[in-house]
C-alpha cells in the first residue's frame, strides 16, 4: 500500500487544521491506521491510531480533546482533525499502516507499522 498525506501548513496558534492520508494500492480497510509526528531533533512519536473498522481510536494525552483521528474506507482515506493548535505541535506528520491482525492493540511504537507516508510538515507559530 502507499499512502499519502496532505492538508499541513503553517497556522496560527488556536487555528485548526484537517490532514488527510489517501491509500492506494491496496484496500486500506485491510490495516490499521496510525498518526506519527517528529519535530526537529526529536524521535518520531505516535499521535492518534485508528482500528480498521474504526470502532477503537486512541489519541496521545498531549492532543486529547483537540484532535480527532477518523477514517473513511470507501475513500480509502484517514484523517486528523487537529484543533485548537499550539506551537508545540509543530512537526512533520506521518501516516502508517500495518495489516491488521485478528484482534486490534493499540500500536504505538513506529516499528509495529509496515507501511509509512512522505510526511506534511504542520507550523504552528504563536
Known amino acids: 500500500v502507499q499512502l499519502e498525506e496532505s492538508g499541513g501548513g503553517m497556522v496560527q496558534a488556536g487555528d485548526s487544521l484537517r490532514l488527510s492520508c489517501v491509500a492506494s494500492?491496496?484496500?486500506?480497510?485491510?490495516?490499521?491506521m496510525g498518526w506519527f509526528r517528529q519535530a526537529p531533533g526529536k524521535d518520531r512519536t505516535l499521535v492518534a491510531a485508528?482500528?480498521?473498522?474504526?470502532?477503537?481510536?486512541y489519541h496521545v494525552d498531549s492532543v486529547k480533546g483537540r484532535f480527532t483521528i477518523s477514517r473513511d474506507n470507501g475513500k480509502n482515506t484517514v484523517y486528523l482533525q487537529m484543533n485548537s493548535l499550539k506551537p508545540e505541535d509543530t512537526a512533520v506528520y506521518y501516516c502508517a499502516a500495518v495489516n491488521s491482525g485478528r484482534y486490534y492493540y493499540t500500536r504505538r511504537m513506529t516499528y509495529e507499522y509496515s507501511y509509512w507516508g512522505q510526511g506534511t510538515q504542520v507550523t504552528v507559530s504563536s
Open positions: 494500492g491496496s484496500t486500506l480497510s485491510n490495516y490499521d
Open positions: 485508528i482500528s480498521r473498522s474504526g470502532d477503537n481510536t
